[in-house]
T-cell receptor, first 113, second 115 residues
Framework: DTEVTQTPKHLVMGMTNKKSLKCEQHMGHRAMYWYKQKAKKPPELMFV???????INESVPSRFSPECPNSSLLNLHLHALQPEDSALYLC????????????FGPGTRLTVL | GESVGLHLPTLSVQEGDNSIINCAYS??????FIWYKQESGKGPQFIIDIRSNMDKRQGQRVTVLLNKTVKHLSLQIAATQPGDSAVYFCAESPVGGGATNKLIFGTGTLLAVQP
């Protein structure tokens, strides 16, 4: 099983809203990732969690706040987003942060009005 | 800087033909390479990978070739089917030996299979 699940599939929010994206995997992976993907572009890394600790923050604005409650779950809390933040947000996991094969979820399509 | 790029942004093939998608990389220290397939509205799906100590790896209907001399990676799909229509991304991992795995993605190639 190489499944990573993400909810919701679609999200529309205003610039003053607070929302959260959720990601879950049950492969026993200890590294989890958030990526942002704009239309017709490759995924861009945002955050890396390793053993439930934030390992990498790719200079992401503070209006994006990641959280890793346990080894299977990864959240991305959103607050005061801008229309340019509209994108597909992808979650991925790998066995650990030094193991290379990352498996991606289906993504959450976010629209900020 | 380091980059991974593709020669052809769009590739159109006839159903049943073989497809070849190319990718160039610039970091000779890259240790690991992956091909992902991304269908419209979905996340990237792992297809096949290869390490720098290999030059060829085969999967089901797919083959990845690595030419380290010219820093070139290719994905060959045999007997291309309509279900193969998607955007294909190559990605490289420029680190090894315990450092954090940060994938660098290429720009993507759209494969369009004509019936």
């Amino acid at each position: 099983d190489t499944e990573v699940t993400q909810t919701p599939k679609h999200l529309v929010m205003g610039m003053t809203n607070k929302k959260s994206l959720k990601c879950e995997q049950h492969m026993g992976h200890r590294a989890m990732y958030w990526y942002k993907q704009k239309a017709k572009k490759p995924p861009e890394l945002m955050f890396v969690y390793s053993y439930e600790k934030l390992s990498i923050n790719e200079s992401v604005p503070s209006r994006f706040s990641p959280e890793c409650p346990n080894s299977s779950l990864l959240n991305l809390h959103l607050h005061a987003l801008q229309p340019e933040d509209s994108a597909l947000y992808l979650c991925a996991s790998s066995q650990d942060q030094t193991t290379d094969t990352q498996y991606f979820g289906p993504g959450t399509r976010l629209t900020v009005l | 800087g380091e980059s991974v790029g593709l020669h052809l942004p769009t590739l159109s093939v006839q159903e049943g033909d073989n497809s070849i998608i190319n990718c160039a990389y610039s970091n000779s220290a890259s240790d690991y390479f992956i091909w992902y397939k991304q269908e419209s509205g979905k996340g990237p799906q792992f297809i096949i990978d290869i390490r720098s100590n290999m030059d060829k790896r085969q999967g089901q209907r797919v083959t990845v070739l690595l030419n380290k001399t010219v820093k070139h990676l290719s994905l060959q799909i045999a007997a291309t089917q309509p279900g193969d229509s998607a955007v294909y991304f190559c990605a490289e991992s420029p680190v090894g030996g315990g450092a954090t795995n940060k994938l660098i993605f290429g720009t993507g190639t759209l494969l369009a299979v004509q019936p």
